[in-house]
């Protein structure tokens, strides 16, 4: 939806015109998976599917939430009543927002929201993200917080872990803070450090797929909480802060220092490898040689596959297809049991892969996938 709509509807809504519209995108996650609670790299961009948000401030204490995309009306809230937990809804996201600015002492006095999102939700594209950040960005505009890009996206996090009450890395809202069109974002997880590497897919004649599998297995909040305390184990049994702290170079000695923890062993050789393929990632991108990179990302697929078991029946399908059907390469992409798979291909291949890719589905019976092109998009950005 565009700015001059959202922003009429919050004219509807609220009786009187918006001080502005800000957006943010939802983000792909290239390579460097399940590195981010390891301290390590990880390199997303954002997509053209974006948050548009229409704010104005308010003086009086209060919190009025609108989504086009949810059914109910205008959702009002008290500032000096909003605490962690307490909210189970969509609202937990914005007002979560407002919430961490407030503890980390900026004064916001209250804001009317009405947003449009088409970030699709739990499809591993960081919907939630997009949510939080755009709010971030619009309030730090209107109240003029001055704070940088990187610290809004801390505070988002804070949002989400602390006020709704989810587990999740820094990547995904400095993604939807920070990328930029053009680039993927490498991200050092420890410091925060970033650089944006160039990847203008199209001027080369690639295209990125997003396969969105449309299925969410149900046991995947446990199985990460599992792969994280797993990865936690090994730090510890190797005597390091996180398991960025081993060089690659080191790993095989590392494992054999893990004797038979047989379970470890492959949390620890998925990360240690995954951080490697970021770098050598980063590195064919500097190079210019982007087709390049196709057999990182299926290493990567593997690597989750085999070693970090997060795939299911529907990703490696998807992978399997692209690959037997001339994709470059291609692995899932999130949290994993679902959500989506990236497919790196020739531009000239896409309709046969897509077409390839369908027809698996249809004759594995999983239901229909969503296949959409990802350009490296703009960061959040105020729109008028
Ligand atoms: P993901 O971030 O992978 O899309 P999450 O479970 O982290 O999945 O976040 C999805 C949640 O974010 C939704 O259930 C909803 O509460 C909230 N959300 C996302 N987009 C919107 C929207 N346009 N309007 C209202 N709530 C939204
Ligand atoms: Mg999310």
Redesign the pocket.
């Known amino acids: 939806m565009g700015a001059q709509q959202v922003a009429e509807r919050f004219a509807e809504l609220y009786g009187a015109e918006p001080e502005g519209v800000w957006a943010a995108p939802?983000r792909v996650n290239l390579i460097g998976e399940h590195t981010d609670y390891n301290d390590g790299f990880v390199m997303p961009f954002a997509l053209p599917h974006q948050?548009v948000a229409a704010v104005s401030r308010r003086d009086d204490g209060v919190l009025r939430l609108h989504?086009?995309?949810?059914e109910g009306g205008v959702v009002e809230l008290r500032l000096d009543a909003l605490a962690p937990g307490t909210d189970r809804?969509?609202t937990?996201?914005p007002a979560g927002v407002v919430w961490a600015l407030r503890e980390a002492g900026h004064e916001v006095t209250g804001a009317d929201v009405h947003?449009?999102?088409t970030?699709?939700?739990?499809?591993?594209?960081?919907?939630?993200?997009?949510?939080e950040v755009v709010i971030a960005l619009a309030l730090n505009d209107l109240y003029d917080l001055g704070l940088q890009r990187w610290k809004l996206a801390r505070l988002c996090q804070r949002a989400?872990n602390v006020y709704v009450g989810?587990p999740?890395g820094i990547m995904?809202q400095t993604a939807s803070a920070c990328c930029e069109q053009g680039h993927a974002l490498f991200l050092d997880t420890r410091d925060l450090s970033q650089q944006q590497i160039p990847f203008d897919l199209v001027a080369e004649g690639l295209r990125l797929l997003v396969v969105d599998t449309q299925v969410k297995h149900a046991h995947s909040g446990g199985e990460y909480g599992k792969r994280r305390a797993g990865c936690e184990k090994g730090a510890a049994l190797l005597g390091v802060d996180a398991l960025r702290d081993i060089p690659y170079d080191g790993l095989d000695e590392a494992l054999a220092r893990l004797g038979d923890e047989e379970e470890v062993i492959r949390l620890v050789r998925h990360v240690v490898t995954e951080d490697e393929r970021v770098e050598r990632t980063v590195a064919l991108l500097r190079a210019g040689d982007t087709r390049a990179i196709g057999p990182v990302l299926t290493e990567g697929h593997a690597s989750l596959r085999d070693d970090f078991r997060i795939s299911c029946p529907e990703l490696d399908l998807v992978v399997d297809t692209a690959l037997a059907a001339g994709a470059l390469g291609a692995r899932m992409t999130?949290g994993g049991f679902g959500?989506s798979a990236i497919v790196l291909a020739e531009a000239a291949d896409v309709d046969t892969l897509t077409k390839a890719v369908e027809e698996a589905f249809a004759a594995a019976d999983f239901k229909t996938p969503r296949i959409f092109e990802a350009v490296p998009s703009p960061g959040a950005r105020r729109l008028s």
């Open positions: 939802g948050a989504s086009e995309d949810v809804k969509w937990a996201y947003l449009s999102s970030v699709p939700t739990g499809a591993g594209l960081s919907s939630s993200a997009a949510l989400e989810a999740t995904d999130g959500g």
